[in-house]
């Protein structure tokens, strides 16, 4: 269904450092690094046919979370999702909600943890057991 999704930042090498952790933990490499028609720079992290990206706001405005908004990682187990959280607070990220966790809000058997990014995007890390 998704091509990609795309968050704002207001600090890109920040960002950079933040991801490339972060999603080292999903194995996704390093990003790739482009520069906009507008010389904007943004970051783009691909893996499995979709992909994932920072940039510096087009119109050069703040970046802004979206309040509401949560972009949530796939994991391959509880543990991956304690590491992505983990190694998210250690670069800058934020821990929110309830610690890295089971969960049973209606639909069994969630492993989450939720942070956010140093510009404030909620991120979930989530192992759906089979």
Do not use: W
């Not at 991801?19 to 691909?46: C, P, Q, T, W």
């Not at 405005?61 to 590491?83: H, M, P």
């Amino acid at each position: 269904m998704f091509n990609h999704i795309m968050v704002g930042s207001n600090d890109i090498d920040r960002s950079k450092h933040f991801y490339d952790a972060v999603l080292a933990v999903l194995g996704v490499d390093e990003a790739k690094e482009n520069i906009a028609d507008s010389g904007h720079i943004r970051l783009f992290y691909r893996q499995s046919g979709g992909t994932f990206c920072v940039s510096q706001p087009i119109n050069d405005a703040l970046a802004t979370a979206g309040n509401g908004s949560t972009i949530a990682f796939k994991c391959s187990s509880a543990e991956q999702v304690r590491q992505f959280h983990d190694v998210a607070v250690a670069h800058g990220g934020t821990s929110i909600e309830d610690p890295p966790g089971l969960r049973n809000s209606g639909l069994s058997g969630l492993y989450l943890g939720y942070v956010r990014d140093p510009d404030g995007n909620k991120l979930c890390a989530i192992y759906r057991p089979d």
